[in-house]
Nanobody, 124 residues
Framework: QVQLVESGGGLVQAGGSLRLSCAAS????????MGWFRQAPGKEREFVAA????????YYTDSVKGQFTISRDGAKNTVYLQMNSLKPEDTAVYYC?????????????????WGQGTQVTVSP
C-alpha cells in the first residue's frame, strides 16, 4: 500500500496560480503512475492529469491542457500539479492517487491508493 499526503490547496482569485503537492510513502517501488482527480460539489470525481513514474509521460484532460502542468520528483516520491490561470470552475477538492499496475491512467478504477484531498477554491 502507498500512503499519500496532499498539500498546497487554498483560496485564490481567478487568474491566479496554485501548486499542489502529493508526497507518497510506503510501497513506493510499485508505482506505475500518479494522477490528480478533482470533485466539485454535486459532481462526479473526474480525471485531471497523470504522469507515468517511469519515463515521465504526461496525460491531461482536455479542459486543463495548457493551463495545468503535472511533474514528479522521483527522489522525493512527490508529484506536483502546477495550476495557472485558475477559473471559478476549477473549484473542487483535488485528490492525488497512485496506480500500482499498468492500466489506463484516465480511468478512476486504475488507481489503488488515494489521498484525503485538498480544497481548491477560485473566487471570481
Amino acid at each position: 500500500q502507498v500512503q499519500l499526503v496532499e498539500s498546497g490547496g487554498g483560496l485564490v482569485q481567478a487568474g491566479g496560480s496554485l501548486r499542489l503537492s502529493c508526497a507518497a510513502s510506503g510501497r513506493t517501488f510499485r508505482i506505475f503512475a500518479m494522477g490528480w482527480f478533482r470533485q466539485a460539489p454535486g459532481k462526479e470525481r473526474e480525471f485531471v492529469a497523470a504522469i507515468r513514474w517511469s519515463g515521465g509521460s504526461t496525460y491531461y484532460t482536455d479542459s486543463v491542457k495548457g493551463q495545468f502542468t503535472i511533474s514528479r520528483d522521483g527522489a522525493k516520491n512527490t508529484v506536483y500539479l502546477q495550476m495557472n490561470s485558475l477559473k471559478p470552475e476549477d473549484t473542487a477538492v483535488y485528490y492525488c492517487a497512485v496506480a500500482r499496475y499498468v492500466a489506463s491512467v484516465y480511468s478512476r478504477g486504475a488507481y489503488d491508493d488515494w489521498g484525503q484531498g485538498t480544497q481548491v477554491t477560485v473566487s471570481p
